[in-house]
């Protein structure tokens, strides 16, 4: 049994961890840290009572226990419901919904850190500043504000102590999940250290405030010549780590359909319209909006440009990226589903993903024909792509095949995708709206451009090679007369091959020579024949059939004469 206090940085963190084992007993969820030190739970829960909440899923626990602990476990959970691969759609879903309401800080602390930020009084950034935030979540509050322009603005303001609470919580994360994976072989499996490791890249990068600011302005070029989706005008000049300064949208959140209908909004085109722009994200930009949610997604009032109502879109700071491979990749596997295609789908699973060593593609590809064939000649109107994908990664999870970030993210995003526009439209189906960008993604593949980049890349790939090639090989020969080089050879069960071998051998020179004493009449004679020939033939015609018994057996000589 491990003691969990004698871990420094666990120990540093030691109240921390208490409060953490104290809310997962609550919750009766700390069996995990029992299994690491039974010692240390017992004592810090002792004057608790460790009741279950036998009223709620254990899912539903996993959820309140992440929004008890705050805001790191809060942002955990988020960026691990995109990972449905590993955790199965059931606690995807129900970690989708964690929403953050943290208290807000007092209005002095918030002037204080956009005047740090900022390096001027709030007065001269702004013409006004509504002291009230708009919403306070776990790593920031919004604030409504006016330019001196008259322009309306929303200010992004980061909480004073969440780099320090941040720190902390992943210091423990990353130790909790080295335990699990060392100590815990069915936690072994989730790759704990990997997704962690993960998350900390994804929160870390989150918390700079500086790449939403270029995100923004990346989608609002990617979207330049579309008036129907908008996304917030970010100001850098009054922007900074901790302090994001963009357009105000006044607009109503898709997770209010009736306000929107009253306001004139047709829930059937936002649904398609919304979509659309999601898939030109991911098909056409390679850079899309991770977390499609109703309340990210606004209808914006009718104006002379979009007399229908613009979709504006939030909370840009988690992003996924596809590169030209990945995109390559998703175009085969759009085409394979919608073609029911069960062989390729499985290939590419087994392409993007890290498969374990004792993997079974055969039975993978039997599980995806008999999801594949469900949906088979299935009326569009009923066929839900967001079920489909489900499924998929629940199979995908049970055979433990871990996907790339962005490719996981992916799916996520279209389930989310087909279950907002199902909300607004209940006859809404992403899967009309993805055989277009199948067949583009085909045109895109045999376009003349790329097949000139991808020459251009081998041919650049070939004249590094060439280039460097001599400077490598007399690296390698002053190493080998440094006796520096060395080589390692390694073999398992090779004893039975070479025995074989050997065997044939002695049994192939005896055969040849009998057959030259026969030949050359060899004394003694018997009839006139060499009697040590005809006995050595013979001898070999029976070792040799005895050989071939034993390789067709058992292919092991040696265990075939230890029987006998």
């Known amino acids: 049994m491990i003691n969990l206090t004698d871990i420094p940085q666990l120990a540093r963190s030691a109240g921390r961890l208490a409060e953490i084992t104290r809310v997962l007993a609550r919750y009766g969820l700390a069996d995990v840290l029992a299994r690491l030190d039974n010692r240390f739970v017992r004592r810090w829960t002792a004057d608790t009572k460790v009741g279950r909440i036998s009223s709620h899923s254990r899912e539903a626990r996993i959820r309140l226990v992440l929004t008890e602990l705050g805001t790191t476990f809060i942002k955990f959970g988020q960026v691990l419901s995109t990972r449905r691969d590993l955790i199965g759609p059931a606690l995807g879903d129900e970690l989708a919904q964690l929403q953050s309401h943290v208290p807000s800080d007092l209005f002095a602390v918030t002037r204080a850190t956009v005047e740090t930020e900022l390096g001027k009084p709030l007065e001269e950034l702004f013409a006004s500043f509504e002291p009230e935030p708009l919403a306070s979540a776990s790593i920031g509050q919004v604030h409504k504000a006016t330019l001196h322009n008259g322009r309306k603005v929303a200010v992004k303001v980061q909480h004073p102590d969440i780099p320090q609470k941040v720190t902390d919580d992943l210091a423990i994360l990353a130790e909790l999940a080295a335990l699990a994976e060392e100590h815990l072989s069915d936690f072994r499996v989730y790759r704990p250290v990997a997704v962690v490791a993960e998350f900390e890249r994804v929160l870390l990068r989150e918390l700079d405030f500086r790449r939403e600011l270029r995100h923004l302005q990346l989608f609002r070029q990617a979207f330049a010549n579309d008036p129907g989706v908008r996304f917030p005008e970010p100001y850098p000049a009054l922007s900074s780590e901790r302090v994001l300064t963009m357009e105000f949208f006044d607009g109503i959140p898709f997770s209010s359909p009736d306000v929107i209908k009253a306001a004139g909004g047709n829930f059937g085109d936002l649904a398609r319209r919304g979509a659309k722009a999601f898939l030109d994200m991911i098909f056409r930009d390679g850079l899309f909006h991770a977390d499609p949610h109703p309340g990210n997604m606004f209808f914006l009032p009718p104006t002379e440009a979009c007399p229908a109502g613009a979709i504006g879109l939030l909370d840009v700071g988690m992003v996924g990226r596809i590169d030209d491979r990945m995109r390559a990749r998703i175009d085969a596997g759009v085409g394979a589903v919608l073609h029911k295609d069960a062989a390729n789908v499985t290939e590419l699973i087994v392409q993007v993903g890290e498969v374990p060593s004792q993997f079974d593609p055969a039975a993978l590809e039997s599980e995806v ?25 629940d199979a995908i ?39 277009p960008y199948k067949n583009a993604g085909m045109l895109r ?120």
Not at 371 to 393: C, I, K, R
Not at 410 to 428: H, I, Q, S, W, Y
Not at 497 to 523: C, E, H, P, Q, Y
């Open 369 to 393: 024909a008999e999801q594949l064939s469900f949906y088979h000649g299935m009326p569009l109107e009923q066929f839900q792509l967001g079920t489909a994908l489900d499924e998929l990664m």
């Open 397 to 435: 999870r049970r055979y433990h095949i871990m996907l790339p970030p962005p490719f996981a993210l992916l799916l996520r995003v279209l389930v989310m995708l087909e279950g907002t526009g199902r909300m607004l439209a209940p006859d809404f189906n992403l899967v009309e709206l993805l055989e």
């Open 445 to 564: 593949r045999l376009s003349p451009r790329n097949a000139l980049r991808r020459l251009m890349g081998t041919v650049s790939d070939w004249d590094e090679l060439v280039r460097t090639f001599p400077r490598q090989v007399r690296s390698v020969m002053r190493m080998f007369h440094r006796r520096e080089l060395g080589v390692e050879l390694s073999h398992r069960h090779l004893e039975p091959s070479v025995n074989r071998l050997v065997f044939g051998l002695m049994v192939s020179s005896l055969f040849v020579g009998s057959a030259l004493m026969w030949a050359a009449k060899a004394a003694p004679l018997v009839y006139d024949v060499s009697a040590f020939g005809v006995l050595g033939c013979f001898t070999s015609a029976l070792l040799g059939y005895r050989l071939f018994r034993a390789i067709q057996h058992s292919g092991k000589l040696e265990e075939r004469d230890r029987k006998e």
